[in-house]
């Protein structure tokens, strides 16, 4: 209790150098919450993945096509309990800044593989009946007003012309970690204007998307699937949906390693500058130190002090930074569009932001505590006068 | 007159040495004598003489290169440093020419600060400072925080904390360097009166001749070794 | 009378764990805010050199990379025909119908798959590039399966070096040269004869055209003539142009980030300045009420003050950009977002980017040391001095 007043008031001696460190590790931590929020964003697609979803795309590249004609022998192998296919429509929605996922889905056995998407059934019904309709998620249509019963005109780009679609419902995420950012339509109405400006386009699938019995069979229908298909027109390259998603991100992994560089590097940064703040207090109080060493304090107390200091200056600047990360990721989000379908600050994040500040506090605070608990008492009396 | 013939120090061939970059400087060259319980003592020399130092030993905050010192029947030389820590917090009583108070705690506060080392409960603690408080006529400023006291009244303080564990001897190193005329006498009348009510001894250390007027033996330092007034 | 450069430095050296651990904080930052520069500026010139301002990129209109686009033969020819088309040496128009692919090759770090652009190229396709060399082996014969890898290519995938063979449209193709391409984006892809190519993945259409201007200048009037006919769904654009458009997400990205990553970090650094010199100035009270009463003005000391917090931004700023200057050993190589293939850059530091690394540490000194310096300058003499 005492050393606990002692700390406290020791802290507050200097306002405005605690302030300005205070200052400094709400900006670090809050910086490193954010970055690691950006970090596990990359990977959102990976982790919202399901055990029982399999992707099966051209083994070429994923810019070639299927044939529909492969739904139906898929179907039959074993441990598949449904099939269904999507395009990757690649439209721009005005201008190319607005990027947002678009699908071209076979919709009812599509939604039924999907049940972390949640649709009204009223919705679903009158998306059903219209050929040009469009199922789009809560934050799209929360970025973009989109409201059912709105034209919303696409310009294609790997399927050229200018295509109209009419909102007919919104779908919501069961989870927080749910992509809500997609727009899917009919493929029906794909194919059919396929068939009439490029018929050799037409019957082609971009994915398959097939679902388990179960997930212990995701080995087995992976290699029966592949195997159905080599040696034909185009073979398949069929993957668990996680690995799929990650595909994408160790494509582009160097960024997001740098990224994960880099937050580690702020902590570092503002370690360096508590460090020196402790360093430089501790020097100026070495006569106190002192005093307290010749009253019969040992090493163990003056430590304990500087040791309680620096942390409870860090665990304020962390508390802070971690409070204020929620609303400036909300910010970021705003910023950043739909480029990062899922940005959420997750308990996991908040735990390593709380270590950070914990660890921050206890580093800077180790050379001073050494010094002063090595500090001989005549010398440190001395430097008073 | 000392009330015992008893010596509560005894220092035997004492000597101690610094560096100075690359020079050994010798401060003290073989130091032996005797301090008689209850006595007050003025070390006195002019400036690098080694008094100060002398001091530090025996108050066990610096120890000698080599000879014996025996304080208040324990061979100091032979503690390591924990053990002289929970020495110095039963036997010493330290009063500094810059009061050397903990500018965040209040009078009361840094008089309290030494008994935090025994097992006192703060309740017992509390009647303890406030009887200190009041000998040294500060029951009314025991909120005060050191910047908020005058140059006399933060020396009381430390003399407040300096007697709270009622240790065996009191070490003063130029107790009075800080002060004006009227506070000095204050505190040096004090002092004398500690030694003569409470049976403290004394060991005062300066090298104005006035303040050592109150002690009843003095002993001169001249470059690393004593002498008799 | 003006303070010594001397006295400022000399101060710095007596309290060598703060300087150090200031200045190591600043490093930091500006290792940060210069590397990001020196990304975006190695990106910038492999794609920028990618290209020439006096070749023409013909795609289809709104399809944004010739990976998405379609250009079918009767659109071709009739491109081909527009008389702004330079003629080579042999009389045959300088153009080059190119097919491209992605194809999932394996990288040879790593062991896995990323996409690799496979371009289809015809005979003049060398001719129209001439920052492209063959440095190894030599250019596939037209008519087989042959292939050559740009030099980023080779070395970074199973199967692209010389006498190796790739897999991929149900034929083997040997890989019999190798090309730099002068670290532009070339240098990341594999190139083969384009009829092949097309025959092999049983696509009857091109995915772009290329071709020389006769005039660099008449360039507006040939994309006026190309677009406006009404036979043609097609845009063009110079080379250079279309290459650097390429890269914009990409480039805004990593722009975005660093700018952002820097200004916190900066505000870090700038912290850790702050409080430094509000010690020094408390530390040196005395001190500088004994100059004041000596007779240097405020300004002097003012400016002592700030040379100092200035010193430790320089300071901090020269470590930073060392180290950042190793950075140029390592290459990147990422999926540029809209073309979806491979890109491999480095970090490219210019005088420019140094310049403005080191006027940014300065700007934090100056910035971190102000208030403090101007703290400084205010002390009242006499209350100065009492702390002696």
Sequence with gaps: MWYLKLIVRNAFRHQLRTGLTVLGIVVAILAFGLLRTVVDAWYAGAEAASATRLVTRNAISLIFALPLTYQGRIRQIEGV???????????????????????????????????????????????????????????LASIYGFKPGDQVTLRGTIFPGNWEFVVRGVYDGAEARTDTSQFFFHWEYLNETMRKISPRRSNSVGVYVIGLTSAGHAAAVTAAIDATFKNSLAETLTETEQAFQLGFVSMTEAIVVAIEIVSYLVIFIIMAVMANTMAMTARERSAEYATLKALGFGPLPLAAMIFGESLAIAAVGGLAGIALTFPAAERFAAEVGSLFPVFNVDSGTVMMQAAAALLIGAVAACLPALRAAQVRIADGLRHAG | MPSSTESIVEIRNLVKSYRRGDQIVPVLSGITFDIAAGDYVALMGPSGSGKSTLLNMIAGIDKPDSGSLRVAGTDITALNESDLAAWRARNVGFIFQFYNLMPVLTAFENIELPLLLTDLSARERGEHVAAALAMMSLSDRSDHYPSELSGGQQQRVAIARAIITDPAILVADEPTGDLD????????HLIERLNRELGKTVILVTHDPHAAGKARTVRHLEKGELSEA | MKIPLSYSLRNLWTRKLTTALTAGGMALVVFVFSTVLMLEEGLRKT???TGSRDNVVVIRRSSQTEVQSVIDRAQAAIIESQPQVALGADGGRLVSRETVVLVNLIKRDSGRPTNVLIRGIAPHGLTLRPQVRIIAGRMFRPGSSEIIAGRSAAGRFRGAGIGETLWFGLREWTVVGTFDAGNSGFDSEIWGDAIQLMQAFRRPVYSSLLFRLNDPESFDQVRSQ?????????????????????SRLLANFIRYLGLTLSIIFSVGAVIGAMITMYASVASRTAEIGTLRALGFRQRSILAAFLTEAVLLGLIGGA??????????????????????????????????IAVRTLLFALAMGVVGGFLPAARAARLNIANALRAA
């Design chain 2, 181 to 188: 005329r009227v506070s000095a006498a204050e505190i040096l």
């Design chain 3, 319 to 352: 470590l930073g950009l060392t180290l950042a200057s190793f950075m140029q050993l390592f290459t990147i190589s990422t999926m540029n977002w809209q073309s979806f293939s491979e890109l491999a850059f480095s970090f490219t530091l210019t005088p420019a």
């Design chain 3, 226 to 246: 190309i677009e406006r006919d009404q036979r043609l769904t097609v845009e063009a654009k110079r080379e250079n142009v279309y290459y650097e458009e390429q």
């Design chain 1, 81 to 139: 309990k449904s099939v269904s296919h999507a395009n990757w429509f690649g439209g721009v929605y005005i201008t190319e800044k607005n990027f947002f996922p678009q699908f071209a889905v076979q919709a009812q056995s599509y939604f039924a593989l999907y049940p972390e998407f949640i649709i009204s059934p009223d919705e679903m019904r009158e998306f059903m009946h219209d050929r040009r309709g469009a199922i789009v998620g809560r934050r």
């Design chain 3, 47 to 49: 794609l920028v050199e």
